[in-house]
């Protein structure tokens, strides 16, 4: 198989896929003592050393505190604030603050806790963590087999028809994405506000944003896919993930309530 996929996990510093491919891009894995790529392949029985310029560990705490949905020995699921970057080359983003609102997990296989999927810059909700290599590599796996249903709610602007699904490519891959209308309350400025219910079948960038304004519903606070809105939040959020424990086989549903913004315009469910 691919040293790209066998690779997640194996290192601290490789516990998710675009981990590993920055580290074999910048050549610092070896197999065999000859430079890895992304297109190295290996059958077993190979010495694969990673080798940093500097060691890779958690530097100064963040102050970011994060509400912590779930949470045991090789995962956990916090809540992810709008105007926070879940990673990326600043300083203040979720994944440098989960080692200082997470428990230290006691398994064998046990490493700095990373993300396994994201969540947009101005998006709120459930964020899924895997706490030891195995696990995290379960998850990806997980993800790609569709085996995690995630639900998202998202309010519409517009008077928007009863659809129950939007099929249109996102920079030329398929996308699918499952709707339903929950609710509509008038408005003076977009003529109406909708609560919708969105089950993301595929995971492409930006997806819920761009399939809802392909069908001229753009969800309220999109600055960059929607038009004529200058607020300061996007009516996206994460409510709630559903997926069997990758360890113990537990029916999971863990759920995240919608936030204060949304609760202004709808009487909305825990």
Excluded: W
């Amino acid at each position: 198989m691919r040293l790209q996929e066998y690779g997640v996990g194996i290192f601290e510093a490789t516990a998710t896929r675009s981990a590993l491919k920055k580290l074999l891009k910048k050549e610092y894995i070896t197999v065999d003592g000859i430079k890895a790529s992304t297109a190295t392949m290996i059958k077993g029985g190979e010495t694969i050393t990673l080798s940093l310029p500097d060691p890779l560990k958690p530097g100064r705490p963040v102050e970011l505190s994060l509400k912590v949905l779930f949470e045991d020995e090789y995962l956990a699921a916090v809540s992810k604030p709008a105007g926070i970057a879940v990673s990326g080359n600043k300083f203040r983003t979720i994944v440098n603050a989960l080692p200082f609102n997470l428990k230290a997990s006691s398994r064998r296989d046990a490493c700095i806790p990373q993300p396994v999927h994201r969540l947009d810059f101005p998006t709120t909700g459930i964020l899924l963590v895997g706490k030891t290599a195995g696990c995290i590599r379960s998850l990806n796996r997980m993800f790609e087999e569709k085996k995690i249903r995630k639900t998202y709610y998202a309010i519409t602007m517009g008077n928007m028809a009863e659809l129950k699904s939007i099929n249109e490519p996102v920079e030329g891959k398929s996308a699918h994405t499952e709707l339903k209308v929950v609710d509509r309350v008038p408005s003076d400025k977009y003529g109406r506000l909708n609560l919708v219910q969105l089950h993301p079948a595929t995971g492409r960038r930006h997806q819920l944003r761009i399939h809802l304004a392909a069908v001229g519903h753009p969800i309220l606070g999109d600055k960059k896919y929607g038009s004529g809105f200058h607020g300061s939040k996007l009516y996206l959020h994460a409510a709630s993930i559903a997926f069997n424990h990758p360890v113990t086989g537990e029916m999971l549903c863990i759920k995240d309530k919608l936030p204060r913004h949304f609760r202004k315009i709808f009487s909305l469910p825990e």
